[in-house]
């Protein structure tokens, strides 16, 4: 009966609905208000490189995210595939997160250092080559391009903008130093952007041609850090099972 006169009386319903939008709205923004609290710390995570940012620009780009998940859940088939489950921290430079809710290919969130760069370069140029029954596309044009580079100022100083800790000054530089180490502040440090960017690509050689930066350098390089930041052998290590 009382549904009833809900559904019959239009200003009542329209009130109503209201307060229960109301209610679900602050369930979801209130919890926001204290996400510093959260987020935990965790040693190791940094925001990325000059060179890893790149590319996952293009890894976003090229839209490799509607494939490959970069979440590991917290259950045991998961980790016994995948290795540790996700850690909240694990992404806190990300804009945006790579999560993911679909897999057609393998979460990548623990790739890093699975395996060589030549396998990822071809891999990527070709992927029935080194997995022949894979249906992903091949990206070979990423072999092909120079990486193109010289707005990377540009884009660290919009990401600053939203919270990830790339310096402009000796005061944020020295912060860096004290919460990344030295070599990894100087990485970070945006004046030095291009020239990080070029000292990485030259000393890594990712897509195996030291004459030029190409976006293949930079894809390689985004995916080889990807889950290497944290020594998961301090969280419950007894469930820790290698990525295979």
């Avoid at 602050?26 to 890893?52: A, C, K, N, Q, S």
């Avoid at 850090?225 to 007894?238: A, R």
């Amino acid at each position: 009966m009382k549904h009833e006169t809900i559904e019959t009386n239009a200003g009542l319903l329209v009130i109503l609905t209201l307060i229960v939008i109301s209610i679900g709205g602050l369930v979801e923004i209130v919890p926001l208000f204290y996400i510093d609290d959260t987020v935990e710390e965790v040693d190791g995570v940094r925001p990325y490189t000059p060179l890893e940012q790149r590319g996952r620009d293009i890894y976003v780009r090229e839209g490799c995210y509607n494939c490959h998940s970069q979440m590991v859940r917290p259950f045991r088939d998961e980790m016994l595939r995948y290795g540790h489950y996700s850690l909240a921290a694990e992404s806190m430079y990300d804009h945006p997160f790579q999560w993911g809710s679909k897999r057609t290919g393998p979460d990548l969130a623990r790739v890093g250092g699975k395996y060589s760069n030549e396998w990822h370069v071809r891999h990527l140029i070709d992927p029935k080559s080194v997995v022949p029954e894979s249906i992903m596309p091949g990206y070979p044009w990423l072999a092909r391009r120079d990486l193109a580079y010289d707005d990377i100022e540009r884009r660290m100083r919009a990401l600053r903008r939203v919270g990830v800790p790339y310096s402009i000054n000796e005061e944020e530089y020295q912060a860096n130093v004290e919460r990344f180490g030295e070599q990894t502040a100087r990485m970070l440090h945006i004046d030095d952007a291009r020239e990080n960017l070029e000292a990485q690509a030259r000393r890594g050689n990712y897509d195996g041609d030291p004459s030029r930066i190409t976006e293949m350098d930079a894809m390689v390089a985004y995916l080889q850090m990807l889950g290497t930041l944290v020594d998961f052998s301090q969280y419950d290590e007894g469930y820790f099972v290698e990525f295979r």
